[in-house]
Structures are given as C-alpha cells and as structure tokens.
C-alpha cells in the first residue's frame, strides 16, 4: 500500500514542507449503476493507476496547471483542435479549485476553524481518460486528502462525509455521478456498500462495509482509448427512472441485489457464482441502456473475454472491463491473446488495501 496516504508525517516531501497525497482508480465489481438509485455495490481500488495531489505552503493561494492535461499552449489551430476532439475541454485546474470551495463551505457550515496559511496545489494522474475508472474524482480525493492534513482538521470531518463532499465538488461543475467512485477511493480497499433509501435519508450517506481482499480471485482489467461520455448514458436512464418506467426500476433492484449476493459469495469464496453474478450485472445494464448507448467498441471489451469463457463487465460506465477467468492461468492467456487480436491493453489488478488511518478511524461512526 502506498504509505503516504497513512500518515501526514509519512506525507511530506523531504525538506519542502509540502504535503503529498495519492488517490487510487475505482473498479465497481457488482451493483453499479444501482448507486444512484438507493441501491447496494461492491467496489474496490486499483492500484494499477492513481492521481497524486501536491500541497506546498506558499505566499498566495496558487492552483498549478497540469503540463499536459492543462494544456493552453498549442503548436498550430488545428493541433488546438484535434487535442479538444481526444482530450476535451477540461483538465484538473477546475477540480482542485472546486474542492478548495467546497471544503471552505464545509468548514465554514460546521463551525470548524481554518488556521490562516496559502498553499500551492499541483497534481499529476495516469488514470486513463474517460476510462470508466474515476480519474476526476481521484483527483478531487487526493487533494481533498491534502487540504485535511494542510488544516489539521482530519479527525473533524468523518469519512463517511467525505465521499459527499468530494461528489459535491465534481456536481459543482456539472459532473454527472454517484457517490460509489468516491466511497472505495476514500476508504481503499474491498468496500460494499448500503445506499438504501433509508439510510441516505437518515444519514445522508449510504453504510459501507471495508471487506478483506484477500476474498478476491485474481482479476483482470481490460481497456481501450476510447473516450465516452457516462453522463449522457446515464441522463436517460435516470430519468426514466423518475417517470416510474417498470424495466428500469425492477432492473435497477436486480443490480442491487446482486451486489447483496456478491458480498455472500466472496466471503464464502464462491468464485463461480461470482462469476455468474458479474455476467448478470452486465447484462442487466446491456438490457437498461441498450447497445447504442454503451457503444460497440465498449460492448466487444465484454465479448471478448466472454468469447474465452471468461466473466466480465464493465468498471464503472465504459471505457474499461474487470474480467474474471475462473478456470486459470490457461484462460488468463487466451484472454490476453484475444485483447492483443482487438487491440486492447490488459493488466493483472492489484488491489488497494485500506486507506484510513487512526485518525480516519476514529472518526467512523459505531
């Protein structure tokens, strides 16, 4: 685990004063897209790619742009815009300064006292763009994680709430999400979580559940430079969702209900039916936003490790596939063989053990 995140004095960077933090990307293993629709998931952090946030204490209040997500220097009109046309109009600036408000409106709403001090923030990520594996909200987390330690307020603000407060910061800025990405990034980990109807409304947060990863099978994460766009995915669905449309409110319970039947079979360490469950999921969000919307380059990802036997869905909203191969190393290789055919990247998944600290812990509700 990367250690840094555990304690601030573990944090600094060698004679700078300056703090650093990491945040790592979400896979959503089962229930998702239920997290937004009082439902239940199981997601986890993936060590394989992460987004670092550096704070340094500074004269004035400076948020440093990224060389290359932030780019504002272009070699020619029609460089300007081929890199708008992969890359989009938004780098991490925003990020950074969205979360500095609403952590000020935070501090601010609850009487917690904010020392005087200006700080530098600055940030560097290799989380695929638009992969499906949270690379926003890692940004938002790690900085967020900086600004607690910077203010010395960590043990003030309870884990539970900082996933809200990180979602706020992305809503801000018209980013369409759920909380699920920002759970299993501020906590690490294995993570099921409760975002019954009930709870939110009487907690304001879901009820979240660290589970051991050692329960996990080996897993696989397959991936392609294939930009999408979950909010317009999820724009339709939602709102059939608020009309009362039958397909999408009983499939939606399914979904959550397979991440209720997940949590029993990784602890009884029953990989077949995981296996299944994770087909079903897939199939299930297939049926509810159909094959346009999640598009064919998304959809063959899917196929291709169904085409070797192996279980697959989607991370979170596309981009990226989380892949099980229950009979083993064999079907491990014929699945990379099939992703080289496609041209698509493969990794072995590392998963990311807890990120709370003792401060972090105390904080937890009982």
Known sequence: MDQNMNSTKEGLISGSGAIQRKAYARVGLLGNPSDVYFGKTISFSLANFWASVTLEPSPHLIINPHPIHDLVQFDSLDHLVNRLQSEGYYGGVRLLMSICKLFHKHCKDNNINLSPGNFTLSYDTNIPRQ???????????????CLLDFYKVRHLIKVEVRPNLILSAEKELGIVAGLQDRVAQVYGG?????????????????????????????????????????GKVHSTIRQRWLNGDELVISSMKEVADIAAEGKSAILKKNYQKLAELMNRNFDLRRCMFGDECLGALNIEMVEVARRVGAASKFTGSGGAVVAF??????????????????????QAIQVVPSCLNDVDLKTLSK
């Open 131 to 145: 992969a499906g594996l949270s690379g926003s909200s890692a940004i938002v987390c790690a900085a967020l994680s």
């Open 190 to 230: 294995l993570v099921h979580m409760d975002f019954s109807k009930e709870n939110m409304d009487k907690l304001g947060h879901g009820i979240y559940t660290p589970m051991d990863i050692s329960l996990l099978p080996p897993l696989h994460l397959i991936y392609a430079e294939n930009p999408s766009d979950s």
């Open 325 to 346: 191969c229950p009979e083993g190393p064999p079907q491990v290789k014929r699945l990379e063989d099939e992703c080289r055919k496609a041209g698509f990247s493969i």
